[in-house]
């Protein structure tokens, strides 16, 4: 086969006509790909504008799937897995796996940290005989726990919402040493940075601690949590806020045990020990 004489010149080129399939079928399929990428980065971007509070990674991938069925779903993954890269003017990721449109960026992180949901009714010591219970029978992370919270230690460093301890029993072949375990409940998603610190302060006399918040924090609260809960070795767990009867406790990071301050535990436990060695 012949191609077409170039302009401005007299030279011909040969082709044989399976190469001339071959590049016109490479011409026809790098349209194809171009044109799928621009629908479904045009179909995603179209989605998140109409979702407020955006889209974790997987629902936006079956929600493009279902506007383009005839794009197969790793075609979708290979174009949008970097979505806030390709379209950075549009698409904004407030944390891991979360796709928000930029229009409703401030949404993600109010003025002042402030969260925007409303705060729970229900009083917050409420969930602390629930979580307790919970501690023992559920996690079995305890042997035994109680609700504390208030000003219990007396001192400016914060009493935990509920401390238990975990204890060998007589049946055990191997005993070991007494553990203390101490948590921060809150129903108020505004105060979650004060919670993670009080979280943190616990670490001085027990040997675990947690931080429980309502499972309808904002996304991207959760995941910083989550992100400094593995880091610093705190539990981290969601709740339902809104019902103390149902409160179906999620554990999201395991507390990892450590060594505290001997001196502030004995100083601390001789608080209540009565109520939590009687």
């Known amino acids: 086969m012949v191609l077409p004489r170039s302009p401005g010149t007299d030279a011909r080129v040969l082709i044989s006509y399976d190469a001339w399939v071959l590049l016109g079928t490479q011409i026809v399929g790098r349209a194809l790909v171009v044109t799928s990428k621009e629908q479904i980065l ?3 971007i179209e989605i998140l504008r109409e979702t407020p509070q955006g889209l974790r990674y997987s629902e936006l991938l079956h929600r493009i799937h279902d506007a383009l069925p005839k794009i197969p779903p790793n075609t979708i993954h290979g174009n949008i897995w970097n979505l ?5 003017e549009a698409v904004y990721k407030p944390s891991r796996g979360h796709y928000i449109h930029i229009r409703f960026r401030d949404s993600a992180h109010p003025p002042g940290g402030k969260s925007k949901i409303p705060t729970s009714k229900v009083k917050e010591d409420a969930f602390y005989q629930p979580f307790a219970d919970w501690l023992v029978n ?3 992370e305890c042997t035994k726990a109680v609700p504390v919270g208030g000003n219990r230690f007396r001192d400016k460093w914060g009493t935990p919402d509920v401390i238990g301890i ?3 029993r007589k049946s055990d072949i191997i005993q070991f040493p007494t553990e203390i375990v101490a948590a921060e409940v809150k129903v108020d998603s505004a105060s979650l940075i004060t919670a993670f610190g009080q979280a943190c302060v616990y670490r001085l006399f027990s040997h675990k601690s947690y931080i429980v918040v309502p499972q309808d ?3 991207d609260d959760v995941a910083r949590l989550d992100a400094l809960a593995r880091i610093f070795g705190i ?3 969601l709740f339902n806020g809104k019902d103390p009867k149902t409160p179906d406790f999620q554990i999201r990071v395991r507390a990892a045990k450590h060594d505290p301050d001997m001196f ?3 100083r ?3 608080l209540i020990e009565d109520e939590l060695f009687g």
């Open 268 to 270: 601390c436990m001789k």
């Open 166 to 168: 975990r204890e060998a």
């Open 217 to 219: 924090s904002i996304e």
């Open 42 to 44: 045009a179909k995603a």
């Open 138 to 140: 559920e996690l079995e």
């Open 235 to 237: 539990g981290f767990i």
């Open 264 to 266: 502030y535990v004995n």
């Open 84 to 88: 806030e890269v390709q379209r950075p």
